[in-house]
C-alpha cells in the first residue's frame, strides 16, 4: 500500500513537470516580451557605463523591445554585481561588466556572489591593455625593460589603481614569469598615477587608459597585452612578440546572467549581442576604450571565464594579496 501511495506520488509530479516544462520553454521563446534591463555596477558617465549603453541601444534593435540600462555603483563595482546576482532569473536582468567583479572581486573579499552564481551569456569586447613608460625612460620595449630590471633589482616600481586591480595582477603575474623585482605603487586615481608616469617618478603602468598620452607622444608605449597590435598604436610589439605571454586571456567586457537563467534565453542574448558588435560604428565606439569586439558564444565564454578565474585565484592566494 505505502509502495503504491509513493508510486502515484512520483506519477503526479512526474506528470507535473511535464506540463510545466512546456509552458516554461513556450515563454522562454516568447522572450523578450517586456523591457530588459542592463545592470552596470559603475556610475554614469565611466567608459563602463558609457559601453553598456552603447551595445544595449544595438541590441535592443536586434530585441525589439527597449533595453533600460540601470547604475548600480558602489563597493568597488561589487554592489551592482550582486544586485545582478540576486535578480529573478527570467531573462530580463543582465550584468555588462569587465572581468574584474566576477573573477577578481570573489576571491580578494567576503561577497554574497561567485563566479558560480552568474551564466555567462556572451563576450562582448577584449582590451588590447598596453605598457607605458616615461620618454626619458632607457628602454624603447618591455624586453628591454626586463633585461634592465633584472640587471638592477628593486630599481624600478610601477604605479596600479589599487591592490587586486586587473592591472596589478597583470603586472604580477608579468613580473613573476620574467623573475624581476618591482615595486608596486597603488594610487587612489589615474590622474596622480598618470602625473607621476610622465614625471618618472614611477617606472610603469600596465594600463590602456595611457593609451592617449603616447598617441601624443606624452608617454612611450612597450608592449600590447593583447595577442594582437592596437591599429591605433600600431609600431607598439605585443607581449608575445617580445617572448612573453599572459597565463590568462587578457581583460574583457562580458553579459551575465542570474544563474538558473533558461539556455534559450541565453543563446537568444547571446545572438542578439553577436548581431548588435557586428553593426556599424561598433568598432570605433570600443576602439575609444582601447578595447575592440571580440564575441564568444555562452559555451566558449563559459570555459574562459572558470579559466581566468582560477588563474586569478591562484595569484591571489599564492601571492598572498589581500586589501588593506
Same mark, same amino acid.
Given at each position: 500500500?505505502?509502495?503504491?501511495?509513493?508510486?502515484?506520488a512520483?506519477?503526479?509530479?512526474?506528470a507535473?513537470?511535464?506540463?510545466?516544462s512546456?509552458?516554461?520553454?513556450?515563454?522562454?521563446?516568447?522572450?523578450?516580451?517586456?523591457?530588459? /534591463?542592463?545592470?552596470?555596477?559603475?556610475?554614469?558617465?565611466?567608459?563602463? !557605463?558609457?559601453?553598456?549603453?552603447?551595445i544595449?541601444?544595438?541590441?535592443s534593435?536586434?530585441?525589439g523591445?527597449?533595453?533600460?540600462?540601470?547604475?548600480?555603483?558602489?563597493?568597488?563595482?561589487?554592489l551592482?554585481?550582486?544586485?545582478?546576482?540576486?535578480?529573478?532569473?527570467?531573462?530580463?536582468?543582465?550584468?555588462?561588466?569587465?572581468m574584474?567583479?566576477?573573477?577578481?572581486?570573489?576571491?580578494?573579499?567576503?561577497?554574497n556572489?561567485?563566479?558560480?552564481?552568474?551564466?555567462?551569456?556572451a563576450?562582448?569586447?577584449?582590451?588590447?591593455?598596453?605598457?607605458?613608460?616615461?620618454?626619458?625612460?632607457p628602454?624603447?620595449?618591455?624586453?628591454?625593460?626586463?633585461a634592465?630590471?633584472?640587471?638592477n633589482?628593486?630599481?624600478?616600481s610601477?604605479?596600479?589603481?589599487g591592490?587586486?586591480?586587473?592591472?596589478?595582477?597583470?603586472?604580477?603575474?608579468?613580473?613573476?614569469?620574467?623573475?624581476? !623585482?618591482?615595486?608596486?605603487?597603488?594610487?587612489?586615481?589615474?590622474?596622480e598615477?598618470?602625473? !607621476?608616469?610622465?614625471g618618472g617618478?614611477?617606472?610603469?603602468?600596465?594600463?590602456?587608459?595611457?593609451?592617449?598620452?603616447?598617441k601624443?607622444?606624452?608617454?612611450?608605449?612597450?608592449?600590447? /597585452?593583447?595577442?594582437i597590435?592596437?591599429?591605433?598604436?600600431?609600431?607598439?610589439?605585443t607581449l608575445?612578440?617580445?617572448?612573453?605571454?599572459?597565463?590568462?586571456?587578457?581583460?574583457?567586457?562580458?553579459?551575465?546572467?542570474?544563474?538558473?537563467?533558461?539556455?534559450?534565453?541565453v543563446?537568444?542574448?547571446?545572438?542578439?549581442?553577436?548581431?548588435?558588435?557586428?553593426?556599424?560604428?561598433?568598432r570605433?565606439?570600443?576602439?575609444?576604450?582601447?578595447?575592440?569586439?571580440?564575441?564568444?558564444?555562452?559555451?566558449?565564454?563559459?570555459?574562459?571565464?572558470?579559466?581566468?578565474?582560477?588563474?586569478?585565484?591562484?595569484?591571489?592566494?599564492?601571492?598572498?594579496?589581500?586589501?588593506?
Amino acid at each position: 500500500m505505502e509502495f503504491t501511495r509513493r508510486f502515484v506520488a512520483l506519477a503526479a509530479a512526474s506528470a507535473l513537470c511535464a506540463v510545466i516544462s512546456p509552458a516554461t520553454a513556450q515563454t522562454a521563446k516568447a522572450w523578450p516580451e517586456k523591457p530588459v /534591463t542592463f545592470v552596470t555596477p559603475y556610475p554614469p558617465g565611466g567608459s563602463a !557605463d558609457i559601453i553598456t549603453r552603447f551595445i544595449a541601444d544595438r541590441v535592443s534593435k536586434q530585441v525589439g523591445k527597449p533595453i533600460i540600462v540601470e547604475n548600480r555603483a558602489g563597493a568597488a563595482a561589487t554592489l551592482g554585481t550582486d544586485y545582478a546576482a540576486r535578480a529573478a532569473p527570467d531573462g530580463y536582468t543582465f550584468l555588462v561588466t569587465p572581468m574584474a567583479t566576477v573573477t577578481i572581486a570573489p576571491w580578494l573579499r567576503k561577497l554574497n556572489y561567485s563566479v558560480d552564481s552568474f551564466i555567462p551569456v556572451a563576450k562582448l569586447a577584449s582590451s588590447y591593455g598596453l605598457i607605458t613608460t616615461s620618454k626619458e625612460a632607457p628602454f624603447s620595449n618591455y624586453k628591454e625593460f626586463v633585461a634592465s630590471a633584472k640587471a638592477n633589482p628593486g630599481k624600478y616600481s610601477f604605479a596600479t589603481n589599487g591592490v587586486g586591480s586587473i592591472v596589478h595582477l597583470t603586472a604580477v603575474l608579468l613580473h613573476k614569469q620574467s623573475g624581476i !623585482d618591482v615595486l608596486h605603487v597603488p594610487y587612489k586615481g589615474a590622474a596622480e598615477s598618470m602625473t !607621476d608616469l610622465i614625471g618618472g617618478r614611477v617606472t610603469l603602468m600596465y594600463d590602456p587608459a595611457t593609451a592617449p598620452r603616447v598617441k601624443d607622444s606624452t608617454l612611450k608605449g612597450l608592449a600590447t /597585452t593583447a595577442n594582437i597590435r592596437n591599429p591605433e598604436l600600431p609600431n607598439i610589439p605585443t607581449l608575445e612578440e617580445q617572448g612573453f605571454k599572459l597565463p590568462f586571456s587578457g581583460s574583457w567586457f562580458g553579459i551575465f546572467a542570474p544563474k538558473g537563467t533558461s539556455d534559450v534565453i541565453v543563446s537568444k542574448m547571446a545572438g542578439y549581442v553577436k548581431q548588435a558588435l557586428e553593426m556599424p560604428g561598433v568598432r570605433e565606439q570600443l576602439q575609444l576604450s582601447a578595447l575592440y569586439p571580440d564575441f564568444q558564444d555562452s559555451a566558449t565564454f563559459a570555459k574562459q571565464v572558470k579559466a581566468d578565474s582560477d588563474t586569478m585565484r591562484e595569484v591571489i592566494q599564492k601571492e598572498n594579496i589581500k586589501l588593506d
